[in-house]
């Protein structure tokens, strides 16, 4: 059983409270806390997600967008960025130390581990609430830390010698583990996890995707409502190219490889977040002084 009433698992949502896959997968896969579902006041289907949900929090869109960057001009607020912001003075509202931020759309929640160095096994979690207890801890014990996330199955694109491999990435997506003594701000109306994990690393701000554990999602731009209106209205192109303007410096646009290509954001990490070097090159030390022949100054 869920034994931290300072947590909560807030999912956020839009015009589809008959297809909030997220909550039968969360008690699927062995969370027995509380799920607050998270709505904002422009929603025209609240009355139906008050009828299917035990707990319901409707937020005012219109004063978050009155304090937050979109980056850009437009009028149309079908947008998570803003639900993502508000999140915070919920769970401060609701008496919360800690929440994760989820989407609608999970299907899945997995451990994950390397079978060689191409793929990769996995198996579903059973008990989320140690997983996520878990996580939390960790997330506790590292002050410095702004969020710690789940990864997601595009996070393991080529294996051991790809990006995604076990090892522990500098993002946050999707499943925002999140202090409200530790807050930051999401900035740009779409693409607004890469904006922040980018542009707020490059400040440095401190996010975490650990590899061990993963969600899975619907289909991208599969379903109606949420997000997925704005994204056909504005085509992947603009979506990445929010990144861009945030963190030109070391975000570009390229063309995601697969069955069917499609214009995506690249991040260039060496440029983006600070570079920790080794103990041993610090001034003063023999090997800085020396060297040992090795011009290696690798960034952890």
């Given at each position: 059983?869920?034994?931290?009433?300072?947590?909560?698992?807030?999912?956020?949502?839009?015009?589809?409270?008959?297809?909030?896959?997220?909550?039968?997968?969360?008690?699927?896969?062995?969370?027995?806390?509380?799920?607050?579902?998270?709505?904002?006041?422009?929603?025209?289907?609240?009355?139906?997600?008050?009828?299917?949900?035990?707990?319901?929090?409707?937020?005012?869109?219109?004063?978050?967008?009155?304090?937050?960057?979109?980056?850009?001009?437009?009028?149309?607020?079908?947008?998570?960025?803003?639900?993502?912001?508000?999140?915070?003075?919920?769970?401060?509202?609701?008496?919360?130390?800690?929440?994760?931020?989820?989407?609608?759309?999970?299907?899945?929640?997995?451990?994950?581990?390397?079978?060689?160095?191409?793929?990769?096994?996995?198996?579903?979690?059973?008990?989320?609430?140690?997983?996520?207890?878990?996580?939390?801890?960790?997330?506790?014990?590292?002050?410095?830390?702004?969020?710690?996330?789940?990864?997601?199955?595009?996070?393991?694109?080529?294996?051991?010698?790809?990006?995604?491999?076990?090892?522990?990435?500098?993002?946050?997506?999707?499943?925002?583990?999140?202090?409200?003594?530790?807050?930051?701000?999401?900035?740009?109306?779409?693409?607004?996890?890469?904006?922040?994990?980018?542009?707020?690393?490059?400040?440095?701000?401190?996010?975490?995707?650990?590899?061990?554990?993963?969600?899975?999602?619907?289909v991208s731009q599969s379903r109606a409502g949420g997000m997925t209106e704005l994204y056909l209205a504005s085509g992947t192109y603009v979506k990445s190219f929010y990144s861009v303007m945030y963190q030109p410096?070391?975000?570009?646009?390229?063309?995601?490889?697969?069955?069917?290509?499609?214009?995506?954001?690249?991040?260039?990490?060496?440029d983006t977040v600070p570079v920790i070097l080794e103990e041993r090159w610090k001034k003063g030390t023999r090997s800085a002084q020396h060297g040992n022949g090795s011009n290696e100054t690798r960034a952890r």
């Amino acid at each position: 059983m869920w034994k931290r009433p300072d947590f909560a698992a807030l999912v956020l949502t839009h015009g589809r409270a008959d297809r909030v896959l997220t909550v039968p997968a969360l008690r699927k896969h062995g969370y027995s806390g509380r799920i607050v579902i998270v709505c904002d006041n422009e929603d025209k289907t609240l009355a139906e997600y008050r009828s299917r949900f035990p707990e319901v929090v409707v937020f005012d869109k219109a004063a978050v967008a009155a304090q937050v960057d979109e980056g850009d001009n437009f009028t149309d607020r079908r947008a998570i960025l803003y639900a993502r912001n508000a999140a915070f003075q919920v769970a401060r509202d609701l008496g919360l130390r800690y929440f994760i931020e989820l989407d609608d759309d999970y299907r899945r929640f997995m451990h994950r581990r390397a079978a060689d160095g191409l793929t990769y096994l996995d198996a579903p979690i059973r008990d989320l609430d140690a997983v996520w207890t878990a996580m939390l801890e960790y997330f506790e014990s590292c002050p410095r830390l702004h969020s710690v996330a789940m990864a997601q199955t595009g996070d393991y694109m080529g294996g051991e010698q790809g990006t995604g491999w076990l090892r522990p990435g500098r993002k946050a997506m999707n499943s925002f583990i999140c202090d409200v003594q530790r807050p930051f701000e999401f900035f740009g109306r779409v693409n607004e996890d890469v904006n922040t994990y980018t542009n707020g690393g490059a400040r440095g701000l401190l996010f975490l995707t650990t590899k061990h554990v993963a969600l899975q999602q619907q289909v991208s731009q599969s379903r109606a409502g949420g997000m997925t209106e704005l994204y056909l209205a504005s085509g992947t192109y603009v979506k990445s190219f929010y990144s861009v303007m945030y963190q030109p410096s070391s975000v570009r646009i390229f063309m995601f490889p697969g069955p069917n290509p499609r214009l995506h954001h690249e991040v260039e990490w060496r440029d983006t977040v600070p570079v920790i070097l080794e103990e041993r090159w610090k001034k003063g030390t023999r090997s800085a002084q020396h060297g040992n022949g090795s011009n290696e100054t690798r960034a952890r």
